[in-house]
């Protein structure tokens, strides 16, 4: 099926009983057993809900994986992928990687004994270079976060292979509407649902999505022992939003382009960061493996003051974290998505105080480029 289609309909049937065509909600935390031994297939909440296993199946359909597993967050979808190590195992990931995951490789899986290597991952010489005897898993983020640098994913994937390396991507900024890795040859791809799968700034969530059996077999066991699991509405509500997917992300990309072409002509912009611009240096290999660029434009002013009044006076781009919803929103990356970052590290991947993140929504494009002039000016 056409992925339109697959989105409105993968891992969802008319309901058996009533014949509801939308996926009902199961808030249960439990389910009755008939007797002893024998149940429907279904019972305890935490390890089974019919709500969940249709948005799992939806997202995995869209990816073009076999297995999909919920969690409460981008976050904790991460965690769960990095339970597949074990204490003394380390990891190459990009050094451009969202706080978060930083902040959770740093301050939570060191202390168990994992360890990492950062690399700036445009060259696949250097995921080369940082292998160790004992590494077991490469992390990528592509578009990275915030500068939206660009991972070679068929040659990452081609390595990881080579080197028998798990090989995992956040494709967050992309959506499998734009990007699937997994077709690239990537083992796992994650997301943070709360961002443009949900789309609507109203679920926190997470995915991960694998098409090698015996690493669902694991995150599946993970996602039941932990249980950081989505509630029941929250999978319901980025059913709803998968739906829309590509239309949503069509108009993204529509006004992340004209912004970007806007911003490069702007006399109080220093540069402009957005694969979709012909002269972005990586622009060739995000047309050769992604079929759309996103809606997230980053850029630099010429001065810290310019930030400020930037940031104070936009009128329709809300200062705000996240991104992804259909409302445009304005981050600032030094303080905010990064802020969990240490001053060296963020100085050595270029986050200063006077860049500047836009998560471009699906407004229109004239009253998007009006507010960003006017706070500009």
């Not at 991952?121 to 004992?134: F, K, Y």
């Not at 995992?168 to 796992?188: A, C, S």
């Not at 029941?232 to 997917?245: I, V």
């Not at 590290?345 to 998007?368: C, F, P, W, Y």
Request: with cysteine.
């Amino acid at each position: 099926m056409g992925f339109s289609t697959d989105a409105i309909h993968a891992g969802q049937q008319p309901d058996l009983t009533t014949g509801a065509v939308i996926t009902p909600i199961f808030m249960t935390s439990t389910y009755a057993q008939e007797e002893l031994g024998k149940d429907k297939g279904y019972h305890y909440g935490r390890t089974q809900n019919f709500t969940r296993e249709a948005l799992e199946a939806n997202i995995a359909c869209l990816e073009r994986g076999s297995h999909g597993i919920a969690f409460s967050s981008g976050v904790a979808a991460v965690h769960a992928v990095l339970s597949l190590l074990k204490s003394g195992d380390h990891v190459i990931a990009a050094e451009e990687i969202y706080g978060g995951t930083y902040r959770l490789f740093e301050r939570i899986f060191t202390e168990f004994g994992i360890e990492f290597s950062y690399v700036n991952a445009t060259s696949i010489e250097n995921l080369e270079q940082a292998i160790r005897p004992n590494t077991r898993m490469v992390f990528l983020e592509t578009p990275s976060n915030p500068l939206l640098t660009l991972t070679d994913l068929r040659s990452a994937a081609e390595f990881a292979k080579i080197n028998n390396l798990i090989s995992v991507v956040d494709n967050t900024f992309m959506t499998p509407y734009f990007q699937r890795p997994l077709e690239l040859g990537i083992n796992i791809v994650l997301h943070s649902t709360t961002k443009y799968l949900n789309g609507h700034s109203d679920v926190i969530g997470g995915i991960v999505v694998t098409s090698n059996d015996d690493y669902h077999r694991k995150l599946r066991f993970t996602q039941a022992a932990i249980g950081a699991v989505p509630s029941p509405f929250d999978c319901w509500l980025t059913l709803r939003s998968t739906k829309t997917l590509s239309l949503r992300m069509n108009k993204h990309n529509q006004n992340a382009l004209a912004v970007a072409e806007f911003l490069e002509k702007h006399p109080a912009v220093e540069s402009v960061y957005f694969p979709g611009l012909a002269d972005h240096p990586q622009h060739q290999l995000a047309k050769s493996q992604m079929s759309g660029f996103g809606g997230v434009v980053t850029f630099r002013t010429r001065s810290m003051d310019i930030t400020r009044s930037f940031l104070k006076n936009v009128k329709i781009f809300t200062l705000a974290e996240s991104l992804g919803g259909v409302e445009s929103l304005v981050c600032h990356p030094y303080t905010m998505s990064h802020g969990s970052v240490p001053p060296e590290q963020k100085a050595k991947l270029g986050i200063t105080e006077t860049l500047i993140r836009l998560s471009v929504g699906i407004e229109d494009t004239e009253d998007l480029i009006a507010d960003i002039q006017q706070a500009l000016d």
